[in-house]
């Protein structure tokens, strides 16, 4: 997903997102799941010397690289926690981001209300998740490809379809919806491809758990570099107000 972000629509996305979020300085900014603080520094650059950034994340390893990524910039503070049980006082944050991260959590419903307690009222927040069912793999077994998205949707994803319903999970945690977008990455590089959605490992899990035919899955996959590669997926963000 790090290399879905840095490509042209996950740096498009991004770049709405943070602009949507209209973080003026001096405010406090939380980023939940903040993983090896990709977005930390322009965080903290919007929010200024008199502003603060709290990242959470409950990876050491991951919040290690964010405080290498992040050493020098006063304005960022970083804690260990889960998205459930924020380590936040009541009201803390002017402006909060959850990217990418319900799609993984037990329940997406508690880390939202959560985020709701951790922020005050007038607060800003934005939210991006994908809709794993919208992934695309052009070949010409397309009764393969859609065995491949459902059986990502179905097994590979906790939160598969989160994408979708983000903006009905923040309504009901007590959030005004302000926008609802949505961004498509395209990849035509078969290899990129692979290494983000994990093509090759997941059809090779899906054959071993009997979701896909051994014979047909091996030559859908062996097909995917022969020629012109396509894939896409949607990603769903939404803008919204406490």
């Not at 490992?201 to 859908?220: L, P, Y």
Request: one cysteine or more; proline letters at 5%; glycine letters at 8%.
């Amino acid at each position: 997903m790090l290399r879905a972000a840095a490509g042209d629509a996950g740096r498009a996305y991004k770049r709405q997102l943070l602009d949507l979020l209209d973080i003026q300085p001096g405010q406090s900014v939380l980023d939940v799941g903040c993983g090896p603080g990709t977005d930390l520094p322009a965080l903290a650059e919007q929010a200024g010397e008199s502003g603060t950034v709290i990242g959470i994340d409950r990876d050491p390893a991951m919040l290690a690289r964010a405080r290498e990524r992040t050493k020098g910039i006063p304005a960022v503070e970083l804690r260990e926690g889960d998205a459930h049980a924020l380590p936040v006082d009541p009201g803390t944050a002017d402006r909060a981001k959850i990217d990418r991260v319900l799609m993984h959590v037990a329940e997406p419903a508690q880390a939202l209300a959560q985020l709701y307690r951790a922020t005050r009222p007038g607060a800003r927040i934005g939210l991006a998740e994908p809709d794993w069912d919208t992934l695309i793999v052009d070949a010409e077994d397309l009764e393969t490809s859609r065995a491949f998205t459902r059986y990502t949707t179905a097994e590979v994803v906790r939160n598969a379809t989160i994408g979708r319903s983000l903006a009905r999970l923040a309504e009901q945690a007590g959030f005004r919806t302000e926008a609802v977008l949505a961004t498509t990455p395209v990849f035509t590089d078969f290899q990129e491809a692979d290494h983000t959605l994990g093509l090759g490992r997941n059809m090779h899990q899906a054959i071993n758990e009997g979701r896909i035919d051994q014979n047909r899955g091996h030559r859908w996959f062996a097909s995917l570099p022969q020629g012109p590669f396509y894939a896409s997926f949607t990603l769903v963000s939404v803008i919204c107000s406490r």
